[in-house]
Structure formats: structure tokens, C-alpha cells
Nanobody
Framework: VQLVESGGGLVQAGGSLRLSCAAS????????IGWFRQAPGKEREGISF????????YYAGSVKGRFTITSDNAKNTVYLQMNSLKPEDTAVYYC???????????????????WGQGTQVTVSS
């Protein structure tokens, strides 16, 4: 499985960015793709997830209502639309995937075998 992120950058507080994760190589039709982020000196945080089977989603409280995860199955791409960005959203954002669907451990980074290279998001105040 290969995951390639794009779309990071610098934005002012209150602005928006859209991240993309191009995925390939899945051997199963059922998998979960998620977005994690890691700020300097902090733990990697799972923030948004989508299931391949029915497009069901899950959000961490820190981003719920501001971020939206969607998928375009024809393009094998998952998007993270980030609105109302705050300086505390500054981090390296990673796309990750696991070969099964369940909400158990969905935010646990160790449940994900596949990772992208990460993309930097910086929100200025």
C-alpha cells in the first residue's frame, strides 16, 4: 500500500486548506484511511477517519465541526478539508491506512500499518 499526501502549506488563522491522500495497492476492499497530525514535542494525534465500505466517518473532538474527510473512489483519493484553522492546528499531517474497518482503536497510531510521508501545515496568528 502506498499513500502520498499533498496540499499542505502556510495559511492565516481562520483560513482553509485541503489535504489530499492518493492511495494505491490495497488488496482488500475493506480498509480505513485516517489523518493524523504531529506538532513539535507532542504525540501523534488521530483526527479524522473514513471507512472504504460505506464512507462512514469519525472525528476527534479537536477538529469536529471544522474538518471534513471525504473520499473519491474513482480517483482513489481521500481529502481532508480544513476550515476555521487555528494556530494550534500547526503540525505535520500524515495519511495512514489499516486493512480493516472498526471503530475500535481507530485513533491509535499503532493500529495503522501504512503511512504517507507527511505534509506540513502552518497556521499563522
Amino acid at each position: 500500500v502506498q499513500l502520498v499526501e499533498s496540499g499542505g502549506g502556510l495559511v492565516q488563522a481562520g483560513g482553509s486548506l485541503r489535504l489530499s491522500c492518493a492511495a494505491s495497492g490495497f488488496t482488500s476492499a475493506e480498509y480505513t484511511i485516517g489523518w493524523f497530525r504531529q506538532a513539535p514535542g507532542k504525540e501523534r494525534e488521530g483526527i479524522s477517519f473514513i471507512a472504504s465500505s460505506d464512507g462512514s466517518t469519525y472525528y476527534a473532538g479537536s477538529v469536529k465541526g471544522r474538518f471534513t474527510i471525504t473520499s473519491d473512489n474513482a480517483k482513489n483519493t481521500v481529502y481532508l478539508q480544513m476550515n476555521s484553522l487555528k494556530p494550534e492546528d500547526t503540525a505535520v499531517y500524515y495519511c495512514a491506512a489499516r486493512d480493516y474497518i472498526t471503530t475500535i482503536g481507530i485513533q491509535n497510531r499503532y493500529e495503522y500499518a501504512y503511512w504517507g510521508q507527511g505534509t506540513q501545515v502552518t497556521v499563522s496568528s
